[in-house]
């Protein structure tokens, strides 16, 4: 069991930065990729961001790139999402996920196993 508990959201103008958190728990091992996503209001669950820690390969979503960084202190068994020139269309609920049993990130939700509880970014214009 993996235990996942994001922090960091609020409310920005758009232009400006918020760093996202995940607090990881419940094994020893935590060797998995791990994923942001994001889902707004009748829009479909989407990927931001992964990073696989050993060789600490990331991967990011079309729309962020050069803009958000995926990162993570691994002896913390933290995630981190640094989020810079926010836009309103960042706007969502952002989730932090884990794939334990797997060696590389999906960008498909539905191969995650385990979810934060989200935490909503809201940007206004």
């Known amino acids: 069991q993996v235990q996942l508990v994001e922090s960091g959201g609020g409310l920005v103008q758009a232009g400006g930065s918020l760093r996202l958190s995940c607090a990881a728990s419940?094994?020893?091992?935590?060797?998995?990729?791990m994923a942001w996503f994001r889902q707004a209001p009748g829009k479909e669950r989407e990927f931001v961001a992964g990073i696989v820690w050993f060789g600490q390969r990331t991967y990011y979503g079309d729309s962020v790139k050069g803009r958000f960084t995926i990162s993570g202190d691994n002896a913390k068994n933290t995630l981190y999402l640094q989020m810079n020139s926010l836009k309103p269309e960042d706007t969502a609920v952002y989730y932090c996920?884990?794939?334990?049993?797997?060696?590389?990130?999906?960008?498909?939700?539905?191969?995650?196993?385990?979810w934060g509880q989200g935490t909503q970014v809201t940007v206004s214009a």
């Open positions: 419940g094994r020893a091992d935590s060797n998995y990729p």
């Open positions: 996920a884990a794939r334990t049993g797997a060696y590389d990130i999906d960008y498909y939700a539905r191969h995650y196993n385990y």
